[in-house]
Structures are given as C-alpha cells and as structure tokens.
C-alpha cells in the first residue's frame, strides 16, 4: 500500500505553539531591551527604541515562521507585514494603558507602572499570538485541511447485530 507523504513539517498544537512563541517572543524582548539601552547612549530614547522595534519584529517574525507555527522556511512579505501590524497594535495597547494610569494615578509609582505595563504587555501578546496563529500563519493549516477534505472518501463497514443483549451474551 502506498502512503502519501508530506514535505511540510508538522504544525504544532497550540500549547506547544505558545510555548515556543513565548520563549522567541520573551528572548527577543530581553535582547530588545538592552539594545535600547545601549542604542539611547548614542541616539536620542525615542530613535533607539524604534529602530530596535522594527529589527525585534522582523527578527521574531522570522523566529516564529520557522519555529513556532511550523510553517516549514522564512516569513513572505505579507506575514511580516501582518506581523507588523499585530506588534503595532500590541504597542499601542501597552501605550494607552500607560496613559490611563496617568490620567487615573497622579504620581503612580515605579511598581504599579511596571505592573500596568506588564499586565497590557500580557494581554497584547496573548491577543498577538492568536493572530500569528490564526491568521498570519494560518496558511498551512488551511492547506493541510483542504487536502484533508478533497481526499476520497472512507466508507466504513458496519455489522448489524441483534438488538437483544441477551442474545449477544449467548453468542459470546
């Protein structure tokens, strides 16, 4: 009998899809970190913190094509593009919880900043993982799929048996 085998690799389940975006996610947010810090000593916060975003997402972008969500080589154009727009709005998310702490909190402490920030910061990247997952590398699932539905169908062969248990046990 002969099997049909598939080039691309396995897409990972969602548990261990997460885990690896968080271990990629949380790495590249670590280095991104320091290389602010050490960018800002030369070039304005701001300017520093741009440039690293644009390169921290392009570098993760292309960290979870191949090793998170299984799609098998590099990022297109339009999943960096896609991905791009998550960060965007995972960055805007963490901006305007910082905003309302302020509007709310006259002299919030380092603490409660870092909290706030971190809680949004959670939340953009759970929301941020969905979309990688479901939407930005979403194509080879929805190719797996299609191949699965226009395979010939399978006709299982069903034997009938009397309906009396009695008579089951007797045949036993």
């Given amino acids: 009998m002969e099997t049909a085998q598939s ?15 968080a271990l990629c996610g ?4 670590i280095a991104s970190s320091f290389a602010v810090t050490a960018l800002a000593s030369w070039i304005p916060w701001a300017l520093a913190n741009a440039l690293v975003t644009v390169v921290s997402t392009l570098l993760a972008t292309e960290l979870h094509a191949r090793f998170t969500f299984g799609a098998g080589g590099r990022a297109t154009w339009r999943q960096h593009a896609q ?6 709005a995972g960055y805007a998310v963490t901006c305007v ?4 702490l302020h509007q709310l909190v006259a002299a919030p402490g380092a603490m409660l ?3 706030v920030y ?7 990247g759970v929301a941020r993982f969905a979309v990688l997952r479901l939407v930005v590398f979403a194509r080879n699932r929805t190719q797996a799929a299609a191949s699965v539905r226009t395979a ?16 089951l046990c007797r045949a036993a």
């Avoid at 991905?83 to 965007?88: D, E, L, P, Q, T």
């Fill in 97 to 100: 919880a910082m905003l309302v």
């Fill in 7 to 21: 080039h691309e690799p396995a897409t990972p389940g969602a548990f261990t899809a997460f885990a690896r975006f």
């Fill in 83 to 88: 991905s791009a727009g998550s960060a965007a």
């Fill in 113 to 115: 900043e870092q909290v």
């Fill in 152 to 167: 010939a169908p399978v006709y299982a062969a069903v034997a009938r048996t009397s309906a009396d248990p009695a008579a």
């Fill in 26 to 29: 949380g790495g590249v947010g």
């Fill in 118 to 124: 971190l809680t949004a910061s959670a939340l953009a």
